[in-house]
Nanobody, 129 residues
């Protein structure tokens, strides 16, 4: 079992930056792959980024590639999402998630919500134009 707590959300103007953090409980954080998803009002929750347990592999949705960076610090049990050049369409609640089956399975598997076993409560990001 792992508990996830996101932080770092807020309101920012278009073109600005935010860094989200997700702190995990437990001593097995380094054995999980981690992902970030987001959900805008009236829309489905969608994949944003994924990072392998070692930090050696990262994957992104096309809509954020080149603007967002996922990273992790296994010593601090934390995964990050650095968001630059933010756009109003990035406005959403952002969730981190843990995948306890950390074997390599490929991009499309990582984009599926059903891949992940544990979810945080989310943090709101609002980008104004």
């Amino acid at each position: 079992q792992v508990q996830l707590v996101e932080s770092g959300g807020g309101r920012v103007q278009a073109g600005g930056s935010l860094r989200l953090s997700c702190a995990a409980s437990g001593r097995t954080f380094g054995s999980y792959d981690m992902g970030w998803f987001r959900q805008a009002p009236g829309k489905e929750r969608e994949f944003v980024a994924h990072i392998r347990r070692s930090g050696g592999g990262t994957y992104y949705a096309d809509s954020v590639k080149g603007r967002f960076t996922i990273s992790r610090d296994n010593a601090k049990n934390t995964v990050y999402l650095q968001m630059n050049s933010l756009k109003p369409e990035d406005t959403a609640v952002y969730y981190c998630a843990a995948d306890q089956d950390a074997s390599y399975r490929g991009y499309y598997y990582y984009t599926a919500k059903s891949t992940y076993d544990y979810w945080g409560q989310g943090t709101q990001v609002t980008v104004s134009s």
